[in-house]
């Protein structure tokens, strides 16, 4: 009999075999890390949005100690796991975690910058994208930062052409089939928006122009910058 934890640990192990398929997606969480080290200083207050798989914490490692960081995630399950992650990079008693959402965090500006990576292409666009982005600016002081990485597609048909070079990237790294087959079916099922709609509902919750820092096949990364109050 498995318990539920070891069932925690299959569900994000084969998450991140499906990430792993995705070309520089690795990179992407170094990347991350490199941006925040550049971007904000010592004692910085960093909230890390959807935190449950951990990897934002992993990327940071050490670099996690110059910052007061806030972990939140709806789900107390990913939010464990997470928690392992911070003690197995020596960063549990420097991290504060919370169940929950951004919109439940006190509804004032006391975060420096903030992530959110693959969080949003999961809520539909029916109000509720706007709200998450419109919660993470309303907990930026002016003038912090937004980094969010998201699925997102520029057009009809652009999903079907990219299909070929993930499979042949996904046999390169030798990945899990089954992952791969996950994305696909994934994907199409998601509320996932083109850049166009992207940038709009940056500009309606109260950010910047955001300035795209990754790219490959249908992920994207943005830097925005919380405009004045």
Same mark, same amino acid.
């Given at each position: 009999?498995?318990?539920?934890?070891?069932?925690?640990?299959?569900?994000?192990?084969?998450? *991140?075999?499906?990430? /792993?398929?995705?070309?520089?997606?690795?990179?992407?969480?170094?990347?991350?890390?490199?941006?925040? &080290?550049?971007?904000?200083?010592?004692?910085? /207050?960093?909230?890390?949005?959807?935190?449950?798989?951990?990897?934002?914490?992993?990327?940071?490692?050490?670099?996690? %100690?110059?910052?007061?960081?806030?972990?939140?995630?709806?789900?107390?399950?990913?939010?464990?796991?997470?928690?392992?992650?911070?003690?197995?990079?020596?960063?549990?008693?420097?991290?504060?975690?919370?169940?929950?959402?951004?919109?439940?965090?006190?509804?004032?500006?006391?975060?420096?910058?903030?992530?959110?990576?693959?969080?949003?292409?999961?809520?539909?666009?029916?109000?509720?994208?706007? &709200?998450?982005?419109?919660?993470?600016?309303? *907990?930026?002081?002016?003038?912090?930062?937004?980094?969010?990485?998201?699925?997102?597609?520029?057009?009809?048909?652009?999903?079907?052409?990219?299909?070929?070079?993930?499979?042949?990237? &996904?046999?390169?790294?030798?990945?899990?089939?089954?992952?791969?087959?996950?994305?696909?079916?994934?994907?199409?099922?998601?509320?996932?928006?083109?850049?166009?709609?992207?940038?709009?509902?940056?500009? %309606?919750?109260?950010?910047?122009?955001?300035?795209?820092?990754? *790219?490959?096949?249908?992920? *994207?990364?943005?830097?925005?910058?919380?405009?004045?109050?």
């Amino acid at each position: 009999m498995t318990s539920a934890t070891d069932h925690q640990i299959d569900r994000i192990a084969m998450y *991140r075999e499906m990430q /792993r398929a995705i070309p520089g997606l690795d990179g992407m969480y170094r990347l991350v890390s490199a941006l925040i &080290a550049s971007l904000a200083g010592k004692g910085a /207050r960093l909230l890390i949005a959807g935190a449950g798989g951990g990897r934002e914490i992993a990327a940071l490692g050490a670099n996690a %100690q110059a910052f007061e960081i806030t972990a939140i995630d709806p789900s107390g399950d990913n939010l464990e796991t997470a928690k392992q992650v911070a003690e197995q990079v020596g960063m549990s008693g420097r991290i504060t975690f919370f169940r929950g959402t951004a919109s439940d965090l006190p509804s004032r500006p006391c975060f420096d910058i903030a992530t959110s990576l693959l969080v949003m292409h999961h809520l539909r666009d029916d109000g509720t994208k706007l &709200a998450y982005l419109t919660a993470l600016a309303d *907990r930026l002081t002016p003038g912090g930062t937004l980094i969010h990485a998201d699925a997102c597609l520029g057009g009809t048909g652009e999903f079907e052409m990219l299909i070929p070079a993930y499979l042949a990237h &996904a046999d390169l790294v030798g990945a899990n089939p089954h992952a791969t087959r996950l994305e696909l079916e994934a994907i199409p099922r998601m509320p996932v928006v083109p850049e166009t709609r992207m940038r709009a509902l940056f500009a %309606q919750a109260g950010f910047g122009e955001p300035r795209e820092v990754f *790219r490959s096949l249908w992920y *994207r990364c943005w830097v925005s910058t919380r405009t004045g109050m």
